[in-house]
Every structure is written in structure tokens, then in C-alpha cells.
């Protein structure tokens, strides 16, 4: 059989063969929360000062383990959406660049903001902590999206590595 190809004329097998791709499609995922809460995060919701992010993630000071959690962001610095990163053990939580921007990606985030919290609810950021949020400002400015802070969420008490200037 001769078919047509970008190339030209071309013979092949008169069976025609079979070709399968992987595609990967975004697909989001609605948490429900069953809980008595008055004012909860929504989409769209914009934040103007770390406090507020603070406020908003204080109950991540009831978890035992540590959590990282995104927040992606618009054009606008509206919440799209959020990511649960990683959960880690008592002190610590495992984080790769690839890991946050690949959702992050998959929303079209303009700009991300980092969460995470330390069960112990001394906020005081780790030399890890450090490290990883110049990781992820690198990766970040590599792909477009920007990292606007770092937010560690203590007990009653945060640190934001903005109003700090370690970012």
C-alpha cells in the first residue's frame, strides 16, 4: 500500500498499525470541608499581608506532621487554587521544585505563595527551609511563576520570609 507522508510517497504494510500515546489532562479535585467555619478560604480571595495568610493557615498548627502547601495565584495575586505539596514527619517535609511548580503549571499560576507549618509552633525557619526557598525562587524565575514569600505558621506566631529579607 502507498501512503502519503510529509516526506512523500511511501510503502507500507497493508495493515495499517496502531499507535498509543500517553496524554495527561489536568484534572481538578474539590476537598469538601465538613466543619463549623464562618470564614474559610475562598477562589479569589487575595491576600495583602502575610498576617493574613497566617490567620488563615493557623490550623496547620493542630497537625502533627509537617505540611507544605502552595497557594497559586493569578495575574491579580488571587487564590486559584491550592496545593497540598507534601506531607512530611515530625520535623520535617520532603519538597522538590518539580513537585510545586508541576501543579502549578497545570493552574496557570502567575505567582505562588509557600506555606508550611513546624508541629513543634516555633516558626524559626531551618537551615533547610532557607535553602529550599532559594530553590524554589530559582525554578521559579526559570518558569515564569513567581515565589512572592515563604510563610512558616507557628504557634500563635509566624514568620514571613519577606518582612524578614531573607527573600
Do not use: W
Not at 490567620?55 to 491550592?82: A, S
Not at 507534601?86 to 501543579?103: A, D, K, Y
Not at 521559579?140 to 520570609?161: A, N, P
Amino acid at each position: 500500500m502507498t501512503i502519503d507522508t510529509i516526506f512523500g510517497k511511501a510503502e507500507t504494510a497493508s495493515k495499517p498499525r496502531t499507535i498509543k500515546f500517553k496524554q495527561i489532562k489536568a484534572v481538578y479535585e474539590t476537598l469538601a470541608v465538613k466543619e463549623e467555619i464562618t470564614d474559610y478560604l475562598k477562589t479569589g480571595t487575595r491576600f495583602t499581608a502575610p498576617s493574613q495568610v497566617s490567620d488563615t493557615f493557623q490550623f496547620l498548627n493542630k497537625e502533627p506532621k509537617e505540611y507544605f502547601v502552595t497557594l497559586h495565584l493569578d495575574g491579580k495575586n488571587r487564590i486559584i487554587c491550592m496545593d497540598i505539596v507534601s506531607i512530611g514527619s515530625l520535623n520535617q517535609s520532603i519538597v522538590h521544585p518539580r513537585s510545586v511548580f508541576m501543579t502549578a503549571c497545570l493552574s496557570s499560576a502567575a505567582a505562588i505563595l509557600c506555606i508550611h507549618n513546624h508541629p513543634t509552633g516555633d516558626p524559626t525557619p531551618s537551615s533547610e527551609d532557607i535553602a529550599i526557598t532559594k530553590r524554589l525562587i530559582e525554578a521559579g524565575e526559570i518558569m515564569g511563576i513567581k515565589v512572592l514569600d515563604h510563610i512558616i505558621v507557628g504557634e500563635g506566631e509566624y514568620i514571613s520570609f519577606v518582612e524578614r529579607g531573607i527573600m
